[in-house]
């Protein structure tokens, strides 16, 4: 089953380290999300492409947060200057877009912020 | 910004007993309405979605869900529930003529005892 990956699972970074994150969708996939997290909160959108084109960014995401997709395939999220508020689970969707909605997660990146 | 309400955060029920978690939304125009589900240990998965027709939708594993535009809800049913039901529902939002952000509520932490 090639479902949508999420590398690495854990990250463990000191304040003001940088991260980045890396998301590979399911293959045909045009369409993806990345999502944070936290305990006991729904999915809080972050960014949204549109094969290589982002398309749209939550006005909540910092500057010290930027996201590519390169080539319309995987994607990376990049965090600078981490703070201990930037602790969550990153997570990443994709879907087929105008022929359908659903949107297919991948099991989260959880960055930790010591 | 769309904002999408579960007022029910943790519900506990017997195996066999009839379940109805809650879920508004504050949008007043087209939506797609979407019942997602976390299991313990995996990642986000589709159990429903609404888009427009019939405002009773059926998912996977007996859920359903009803669309009642004038209440601006879209709650989720199971007559019977069991064990393996235990998980997290979450409820998202789209509102597709504004963009493609998805919204989800806090998420329903469900404990089925056997």
């Known amino acids: 089953d090639t479902g949508v990956s999420q590398d690495p699972r854990h990250k463990i970074t000191k304040r003001g380290q940088n991260v980045t994150f890396r998301c590979d969708p399911i293959s045909e996939h045009n369409r993806l999300y990345w999502y944070r997290q936290t305990l006991g909160q729904g999915p809080e959108f972050l960014t949204y492409f549109q094969n290589e084109a982002q398309l749209e960014k939550s006005r909540l995401l910092s500057d010290r947060f930027s996201a590519e997709r390169p080539k319309g395939s995987f994607s990376t999220l990049e965090i600078q200057r981490t703070e201990q508020g930037d602790s969550a689970m990153y997570l990443c969707?994709?879907?087929?877009?105008?022929?359908?909605?659903?949107?297919?997660f991948g099991p989260g990146t959880r960055l930790t912020v010591t | 910004a769309q904002s999408v309400s579960q007022h029910n955060h943790h519900v506990i029920l017997s195996e066999a007993a009839s379940l109805e978690l809650g879920c508004n939304y504050s949008?007043?125009?087209?939506?797609?309405l979407f019942w997602y589900v976390q299991y313990p240990g995996q990642h986000l998965q589709l159990l429903l979605k609404y888009f427009s027709g019939d405002p009773l939708v059926k998912g996977i594993k007996g859920f359903e869900a009803e669309f009642i535009k004038s209440k601006f809800s879209f709650n989720l049913r199971k007559p019977s529930v069991q064990w393996s039901d235990t998980a997290e529902y979450f409820c998202a939002v789209n509102a597709p003529n504004t963009g493609n952000q998805f919204y989800f509520g806090t998420g329903t932490s469900l404990t089925v005892i056997p």
């Open positions: 949008y007043g125009g087209t939506v797609n």
């Open positions: 969707a994709s879907s087929l877009g105008q022929i359908s909605y659903e949107q297919y």
